[in-house]
């Protein structure tokens, strides 16, 4: 009688990628409570608009690469992505934002270059940036925190501005109840030669740390991000060395001249830094590769974060930050191999013709 | 009894599934009736076949011979009939067949002469050594390498490790083995420790297994307490449980905190390792004489109802171990040999037991379930986090995809063990060990590529080389040659030169030749004795030259006879202007003796009377002529100065003889 | 000859295309085309640069020595793109001004270099004007087409500011697709000029290799077995 013939190892960890994925998703779960605690049902609707999309365009793109739509569908990759990029979106954007952003990044981010595990881009960030430059209105425009899960706006208020008929209402709707984000209005301010004091003044600065709810939020993902690195989904070199760069950069500045800039406390618990450090720059596809390697990869993040944040043209800076970085990953691969059993020191650069 | 241990990267914790074989104690099976024994069941070249079909032979009796030095001996494990000696499947994970003696067992189990041995202390190394050479012992933890070949190490070993960890989950029969024959163990390592002398015995063992280390402890003290002068003292070290603990590079780095070089052994670092087994099997050798012929072997799996350690006979087919455990043959869904993370997956219950075989794992599909469908790798990095070569398999596994074998290299696949940690934890269910072969089999095809077009272009090189050497020796011989010819023309120009001074030191031949020919008295002979004239003139001319490029060639070598050459050329040169001057002088004859000839001819007519005058004339102008023609031979070959004078004299008689017969007839040359 | 001016004219539009097949003159094509009047303000220019070239490189091209070919070609492409430039400064003022730099540079795409030295240089004069004249357009088509395409997805509009290139009357022929349409400026910016050109590309190479599938399929029958010689088509 005749077996299969299967290969070693016999025996396998009841361990995958959908498995990795939920735990990602689940990990999102207080961040998600804290926006909508303080934005309002708004981050709902987006995350379900945006599931949708791109389990939609998925499917589509599988179906014409002719692979099995079901079991691609089964990794959660499309769904996490959807969610991320939802998550950095203002929660009243209007719909089309989401749509627009989602299907590009599932198509053009993630299925041109092959699909989950080829793109060398993170999806949801290239998502984003792509929104970030085509509608920089409705993308910097958020709500002010308010708390009570929305409660004063009401879900029928928000669907009404995130589904209303006219895009052009949009911008006079606006500017009657929105407001920009702290770190924007920081910018701004700085911009007009204030100093750091208005961070004490001004309402949208009134948080414990960083801006009214939005430190908050970011103490939220701080803790999700904690659960992936227990729950080893992620390592912590990235995060740690993302929230070093960042902060090393910030505390070297606002020592120097602290009425200029703002603290590394504003800027770790500001904007996205957060939901960046443990979730978007934690992509291992279009990370570094080595322990060393995503260390400095995430150094180098939060480098660039700070760097951007203070004396570029936006706001913040996750993602551009992640993507320069995503170009620059092989390279950080390539120095950064490990020291193999039995060699005296890791090898280095790219492979040579009879090494 | 606390040791330092030390942490070696990654690493996994599968679970272990060793309650099941535990429980008994090592048993027995009936004799079977048929034997395959595979000639390879080792690293390195299979045996030379002693026997042939139809051959009684005994337990224990030599059946295929070590061809080499990596090779191992074969021995019956029991009595019986040789009755095939063909392919068999055999225990390759390929699934191909080799080549096995297959015995029909007579029951008898009649051993051949053994030869014990009473006090090894008393033996040589090599003797030992040859001992277990001829055991036909090989590492019984898997790989099958030779173990003389391991202790015959020139290398100075200061430690011996006993590696007992045996981390493969299902796997206890090192465990049984330590629990039940402990002291044979010690014994073992201290025949090992008595041809290798290390400084330390080292014994590895997972804290899993608390009753072996305690059994192996015992034994220690009681070996120690026994022989006081033993070499040096056993120590047991209750080692972390964690896969793969018990490779041989982990162990080493888990007892010691060093490092096997990459491509390097064990030895380098003065550091020999063995198996459970296969030190109870050298034990065996010296001790009682017995070659190994048997293993113990673990048969677990949920299909078998009587699960435990079994010590079977080489060559037991493993259908017979089924038969006997009382497995459920036809709900197999996997057969493994070896342990769930590095064994192989039969294909089929006749596979014999060979020396490697440590474990029979019988599962259905619930205990391994066929691997879901391979997922897109997301470079988690959760293969890099167990690997205990601290590779990066997300790389290898794009590059040994992609056949990108450089870069594969580069990221050090050569260095994989193939443990399978990699494989177990991938969140994707990539096979990577998988790939990880594939890619080394890849890396070793280019170097034999790489291997083959290197001795082609050596060859080619080689070839090119010799044809310059040919032409190179060719060309020398050409010049040896053409310098040897120099050097003759040079001695017969000087030979030549010498002659010629001779000549011209005695000129009046020379000047006698060229006068007497130009004083040629004979009408008809008056051309000839032009021609010759004009032949003499350039002869010395041309010999002048000769003589002068003699001369250029001589001055070129730096002989030493120059100065002499020179005087030569002088003479030489006055001599061919004397016949140049004799043939001008000669010259304008013709024209005067044209007229003289038509005189003569009628003169001759009215003497007509005196006939026997005229012969006689006519016989001595004969004379002449002949000695003339004599003379110039000999002057053109080069015949000795006598020989000349001799002739010239006939001459000069000739034309005497010639003028007393033809006084009328004119003379030339000097009557002018 | 028929033939042969077919050749030229698919050539030029579809099998050897400026833009999609052969990927020259990028930069004015990434450049320009945020709306269809900017590229085919560009098209028409460097078609008429190409015409003229060609035309000039063919009819000095039994003078010209290899060595001194390039420089003269060059100086000859010059000269052409100075009087386009200035005809669009006489005619077209506004449009001269958007496309700006755009107009001078024509003298480096290398589309018209190469076709002086890959065709004019080696072809008579009537096939060589044709040449340029199809490969101007080809770059022309595939500039109108990224052009319209970014055009309406980055203002939501098409045909707008014709007047700049056809006179005051051409000022109605804007459509406006949509009311009040945003606009996605990533389009209008130069990656989405990247990215139109790329799935342009695309396409074509789709088209492609649905028209090989089809002649495979056509052509098997006749291949296998059959061994009748075809006898219509043209002999010439």
């Known amino acids: 009688m005749a077996f299969i013939s299967v290969t070693s190892p016999h025996s396998h960890r009841a361990n995958s990628t959908a498995g990795v994925m939920q735990q ?40 014409l690469r002719k692979k099995p739509i079901a079991f691609y569908l089964k990794d959660y990759s499309a769904v996490v992505t959807a969610v991320l990029l939802a998550l950095a979106i203002p929660p009243i954007a209007p719909w089309w934002i989401v749509v627009i952003g989602t299907s590009f990044a599932m198509v053009f981010a993630k299925h041109l270059y092959g699909g989950l595990g080829s793109n060398p881009f993170n999806p949801a960030m290239v998502g984003y940036a792509f ?126 001249q602290p ?28 990370a570094a590769t080595s322990d060393k390697g995503r260390f400095i990869y995430g150094f180098l993040i939060g480098l660039l974060i700070y760097i951007i944040r203070t004396f570029g043209g936006y706001p913040d800076a996750v993602a551009f930050a992640v993507l320069l970085l995503n170009l620059a990953a092989p390279t950080i691969d390539y120095y950064t191999q490990p020291r193999s059993y039995g060699h005296d020191k890791p090898n280095r650069g790219t492979a040579k013709k009879d090494s | 009894m606390s040791r330092n241990t030390w942490k070696f990267h990654g690493g996994i914790h599968p679970p272990q599934n060793k309650q099941q074989s535990v429980s008994a104690s090592i048993r027995q099976l009936p004799l079977p009736d048929k034997l395959i024994l595979p000639l390879q069941q080792h690293i390195g070249a299979p045996g030379k076949v002693l026997v042939s079909v139809g051959d009684r032979v005994l337990k224990g009796q030599l059946l295929a011979q070590a061809k080499g030095f990596v090779s191992a001996n074969l021995h019956a494990p029991s009595s019986g009939t040789v009755i095939d000696i063909s392919d068999q499947p055999v225990q390759h994970p390929s699934g191909l067949p080799g080549k096995c003696i297959v015995i029909e067992t007579d029951g008898k189990e009649q051993w051949c002469e053994i030869h ?70 010690i014994e073992g390592l201290q025949i090992l420790a008595f041809i290798l ?113 079994i010590e079977v006979l080489l060559g037991t087919p493993v259908s017979h171990l089924l038969q006997h455990t009382r497995t459920s043959a036809n709900q197999i869904h996997r057969l493994i040999m070896g342990g769930p993370m590095m064994g192989f997956s039969m294909r089929s219950t006749e596979i014999p037991i060979v020396k490697t075989s440590n474990c029979i794992i019988a599962a259905d599909d619930q205990e391994f379930p066929d691997a879901p469908p391979e997922q897109p790798c997301i470079r988690c990095g959760a293969c890099a986090e167990v690997c205990p070569a601290k590779l990066l398999p997300q790389q290898l596994f794009f590059y040994s995809k992609s056949k990108e074998i450089d870069k594969a290299k580069h990221y050090n696949l050569m260095d994989c063990i193939e443990c399978g940690a990699c494989s177990f934890v991938c969140p994707s269910q990539i096979p990577l060990v998988q790939y990880f072969r594939f890619g080394k089999g890849e890396v070793r095809k280019s170097k034999i590529e790489t291997d083959k077009s290197d001795r082609a272009r050596m060859r080619f090189e080689a070839h090119q080389e010799r044809l310059e050497k040919e032409a190179a020796a060719k060309e020398e011989k050409r010049q040896q040659r053409a310098a040897a010819n120099a050097l003759k023309k040079e001695k017969q120009a000087k030979a030549k030169l010498e002659k010629e001074a001779a000549e011209a030191a005695n000129p009046s031949t020379a000047a006698s030749t060229a006068q007497e020919s130009s004083n040629e008295p004979s009408n008809n002979d008056a051309d000839e004795a032009l021609e010759t004239l004009k032949s003499n003139a350039t002869k010395a001319s041309k010999r002048y030259q000769q003589a002068k490029k003699a001369l250029q060639m001589a001055e070129k070598n730096g002989a030493d006879n120059i100065d002499k050459l020179r005087e030569k050329i002088l003479q030489l040169e006055t001599k061919a202007s004397d016949a140049k001057k004799a043939l001008k002088e000669a010259l304008p004859s013709p ?36 000695a003339q023609n004599a003379l110039m031979a000999a002057e053109a070959s080069d015949a000795s100065q006598e020989v000349l004078e001799h002739l010239s004299t006939n001459l000069n008689t000739a034309r005497t003889e010639l003028e007393q017969h033809a006084p009328s007839e004119p003379t030339t040359g000097e009557a002018q | 000859m028929a033939t042969e001016y077919a050749k030229i004219s698919l050539d030029g539009l579809w099998y050897k295309n400026v833009a999609t097949v052969q990927v020259l003159g990028l930069c004015p094509l990434l450049a320009v085309t945020g709306s269809v009047v900017n590229a085919m303000g560009l098209g028409l220019a460097t078609m008429g640069v190409l015409i003229g070239s060609n035309l000039a490189v063919s009819l000095i091209r039994q003078f010209v020595t290899d060595a001194v070919r390039l420089p003269v070609f060059v100086m000859i492409i010059a000269s052409i793109t100075t009087c386009v430039e200035f005809l669009m400064q006489a005619f077209t003022f506004e449009l001269y001004e958007i496309l700006g730099i755009f107009i001078p540079l024509i003298v480096t795409n290398c589309c018209i270099l190469g076709r002086a030295d890959a065709f004019a240089s080696k072809n008579p004069v009537i096939p060589s004007v044709v040449d340029g004249f199809m490969m101007g357009a080809g770059f022309l088509v595939v500039l109108l087409i990224l052009g319209a395409l970014r055009e309406i997805i980055g203002q939501g509009t098409l045909f707008a500011d014709f007047d700049l290139l056809f006179g005051a009357s051409a000022a109605q022929w804007e459509i406006k ?36 599938a089809r002649a495979k399929a056509q052509q098997a029958p006749v291949t296998l077995g059959s061994k009748r010689v075809r006898t219509t088509g043209h002999i010439t």
């Open chain 2, 591 to 626: 024209a005067k003796k044209i007229p003289a000839k038509s005189d003569a001819t009628p003169n001759n007519t009215p003497k007509e009377t005196d006939t026997s005058a005229v012969i006689a004339a006519a016989t001595a102008r004969v004379k002449v002529k002949k």
């Open chain 2, 197 to 309: 002398n290390p400084k330390e015995i080292l014994v590895g063992i997972e804290d899993n297994k608390p009753e072996a280390i305690a059994a192996m402890r015992r034994a220690a003290q009681e070996s120690t307490e026994a022989n006081p002068g033993a070499p040096c003292a056993v120590t047991i070290v209750s080692v972390p449980t964690i896969y793969p603990s018990g490779g041989e590079k982990q162990i080493i780095q888990i007892l010691t905190g060093k490092e096997v070089p990459s491509g390097g052994l064990p030895s380098d670092l003065g550091i020999v390792c063995h198996n459970t087994g296969t030190v109870h099997a050298i034990r065996n050798a010296v001790i009682e004489g017995k070659p190994l012929i048997s293993r113990i072997t673990t048969m677990t799996g949920n299909l078998v109802t009587d699960p435990g350690n």
């Open chain 3, 177 to 212: 697709l949509f009311d009040e349409f945003p606009g996605v400026l990533f389009a209008a910016l130069p990656p989405g000029a990247f990215l139109g050109l790329g799935l342009i590309m695309a396409l074509k190479n789709v088209f492609d290799a649905r028209l090989e």
């Open chain 2, 116 to 185: 014990p041995i009473d006090d090894y202390r008393q033996m040589d190394a090599t003797q030992l050594l040859a001992t277990i050479n001829n055991a036909g012992i090989v590492g019984m933890g898997g790989a099958g390498f030779p173990s003389h070949v391991k202790i015959g190490t020139q290398q100075t070993i200061s430690t011996l490790i006993l590696n007992a960890v045996e981390c493969e989950p299902y796997i206890t029969s090192d465990d049984l083995l330590m629990r039940e024959r402990a002291a044979e163990i």
């Open chain 1, 131 to 256: 929104l970030l430059i085509s509608f920089p209105l409705q993308m910097t425009t958020w709500l002010p925190s308010e708390g009570n899960f929305g409660a004063s706006t009401g879900v029928e208020n928000t669907l009404q501005l995130i589904f209303s008929s006219s895009p052009a209402d949009d911008a006079s709707n606006y500017d009657a109840f929105s407001g920009a984000t702290p770190l924007d209005e920081l910018k701004t301010q700085l911009d007009l030669d204030q100093s750091t004091d208005i961070l004490q003044q001004q309402d949208v600065f009134k948080g414990f740390i960083a801006g009214a709810g939005w430190d908050w939020v970011n103490v939220a993902f701080l803790i999700g991000g904690c659960f992936l690195i227990w729950r080893k989904i992620i390592s912590w070199h990235i995060p740690v060395g993302f929230l070093a760069g960042l902060g090393i950069l910030a505390a070297a500045f606002s020592l120097y």
């Open chain 1, 24 to 63: 990602l998703l689940l990990a999102t779960l207080p961040g998600v409570l804290a926006l909508f605690w303080f934005f309002g049902w708004g981050i709902l609707v987006q995350i379900t608009l945006s599931v949708i999309t791109a389990v939609l365009c998925e499917a589509g793109i599988l179906y």
């Open chain 1, 259 to 286: 009425a200029q800039y703002a603290s590394p406390l504003f800027h770790w618990f500001g904007g996205g830094c957060m939901l960046g450090a443990f979730f978007i720059a934690t992509d291992p596809v279009s």
